[in-house]
Every structure is written in structure tokens, then in C-alpha cells.
């Protein structure tokens, strides 16, 4: 494991997360107050930076395989971003604030891909440990900044744009510690190895996690918040108590089960995490509201458990067939899932209603958390198989 190059890695990767996240208290002073947009502008605004990075990874993946200097892609892209934060300070538009931020999105997922694909490689054999510190610093980054955010924007709006693009540019110098050039990673003689089979199930597992770890984080945000303010009638500052008690585990664990992953495996932890916090999803609308605060631990827990060991599993069919690509095909997965989890959320609120027109809550949530358990019950199924068949040819020496 290189030590001082992950340590880096981490250091640029919270600095990136931390400024996007700095925006999003303040969508109706940086948009609306100050450019005259409206609510849903204010709601594009956000959705514009996932969308511009799905379009982005894909290119950005495919020239870097023809200049695999990740280092050099790491800084650009970073610094590409700390511009785009600039500009949008600058903005005297809507349309023009929309092209930097569309920008920023265009620097921002890319970026956040090679230091995955970094500390992949800075794990060496340890990249249970290396995963798992990028998930840290990913969480404790998105932690960070809603907050700090808040902060800023109530003092100037335009803060959150300065601030963010210091953070991007010291993001970018931390940066230059990572490897300049690709590890090779041991791999067997051609034809042996396992092959991305598009036709087996179990070839789309690391995109379903992708994909469903940012759909709950989606649904969280968002119905769970509505959820707390029309039944329970809590105040901001104890929804974002509540909120808090998720993100933390789910950040400072996220380490410790990368450490797990290395001694157990990823295929235990990450499809008992998955069934478990399933379960404990489906009773957020059932429990008192004292309870609430142990469901938030155990689920930010229980996240950090899935989490880390996802990340694991993308690394590992990376290593025996598909390449670093996906790395790129799981952040995609992911925007994907952290743009569907509020619109699922919103129908469901007005599908499953009451007679007297109220949103049936324990319901909906059951209905979000039984999916999560039917994937980990299907990946029990689908991965425990390709495990074993692993396994085997290891021990045949095909693998």
C-alpha cells in the first residue's frame, strides 16, 4: 500500500465533495434571488451538475485510456472545476450560471472517477483499506459542506463559490502526490480470466450497487425529510440532527469496513449489510419518534458496511476482465440512482395514499426498503455463485 500516495488521494477527495455540497443550502439565494430562476430552475440547478458528469465520465474514461496519466487528469479536472466556481460567481445570468455549472459537473464526476481509479491502485493488495478511505473522505466531505454551506450563504451567497474554488485549488495541489502513471495489477495469461459477460446477471451487480446506494441516499433527502416534518412536526435543526446521525457512522465506518473487507471478503458483509438495512428502512415509518435517532446509527453503520465493500467488488471485476472503466459505468450508476431515489420517492407519496388523502408512510417506506432486501437477496444468489466459480478456477490455477 502506498501510504503517502492514499493519503492524498483522500485529502483531494474530501476537498472535492465539500464544495459541491456548499451549494445546496442556498438554491434559493444563488438561484432564484440572485439570477430570478424559479423553483424549478432551483431543482435543475442542482440535477444539471449529475447530469453533465453522466455525459462527461464516458469521454473522459475513454481518453484516459489513451493517456493514462491519472495525476495529471486528477489536477486538470479539479482545476477545470475551481474555474467553473469562479464562473459562476461571475454569472450575470441564468444561463450563464447553468453553462458553469453544467461545467463543474463536467470536471467535478470525472475527477471523483480517477481518484477511485487512484486509490485502486494505491491499495496494492490492501484495497479493502484504500476503498474504504475514499468512502470516508467522500462522506465526511458531503458531511462537511451542507453545514459549512449553510454558514456562507446566510453571511454572503456568494461566498460558497470563493470558498469552493480555494478548496478545488488546494484540491488540485494535494493532488500531485498522486502515482502519475498506471500500477499494473497481476493478472492472469489471456483467455483464462473472468470476462465481462454482459449476458450474465451478475456482470451488472457493481452497477446495481452503485446504483442503489445513491437511490436510498435520494429518497432519504428527500422523503424521509418530508416524512419527518409531516408526521412528526420537527424542527430544521432536528431533522438535521437526524441527519447527521446517519451521514457520521456512515462516514467515520466506512474505513473500518474497507479494513473488514480485506481480512473477510467483500461477498459477506456487503450482502448482509444490504438485507439488514433494508429491514431496518422498511420500519422508519412505523417507529416512535425516539427510536429514530438509533435507526439513523444503525443505518449510517449498516450503509458504511455496504458501501466500502461495493466499492470493493468494482475493483475486483475491474481486475479480472472489464478494466478501470467501470470505475466510470459505477459513478454513472450512481448519479443515476441519486436522481431517481427523490422522483420515486415524490410518486410513491402520491400513490399510496389514505382515504383522507395522506401519504400511507409506513408503506412507502416498506416498499423502499423490501427492494434493498430483494437485491441482497438476489446478489446472495447471483455473486455467492460467481464466488464460487472464482474460487474453483483459483484453485485450478485458471485464475
Known sequence: MNRPALRAIALATFLTLVPITLLVPGLTELVMETHGGTRFQSHLFVSLNQLAGIVAVPFAIRFHRRYPDTRRWIVALLAVDAVAFLGMRAAD?????????????MAHLPAVTFLMIA?????????????????SALMIGVGVGAPVGGILIDRDPMLVYSVGAVLLGIAALSALAVQPTAMPLASPAPGSRYRWDRSRAAAYMPLAYGFADRFLIGVFVSTFTLFLTEVHGVSA????????????????LSWPAGRLTDRVGWYGPI??????????????GVLPFEWLPVAMVLSGALSALMFAPSLVLVSEFA????????FGSFQIAGSFGFLTGPLVGGVLVEVLRRSDGTPQWAAIFAVVGAGLVALGLFSWRVLGALVREWRKGAVSGEL
Do not use: C, H, K
Open 93 to 105: 445570468s441564468l444561463g450563464m450560471l447553468f453553462f458553469w455549472r453544467a461545467l463543474d459537473g
Open 119 to 135: 486509490a485502486n491502485r494505491a491499495g496494492g493488495q490492501r484495497r479493502g483499506a484504500s476503498m474504504g478511505v475514499v468512502a
Open 237 to 252: 435543526a432536528s431533522r438535521g440532527m437526524l441527519m447527521s446521525l446517519f451521514l457520521l457512522p456512515f462516514a467515520l
Open 271 to 284: 450482502v448482509a449489510a444490504n438485507i439488514l438495512f433494508g429491514v431496518v428502512y422498511a420500519t422508519y
Open 319 to 326: 481486475r479480472r476482465g472489464f478494466g478501470e472503466g467501470l
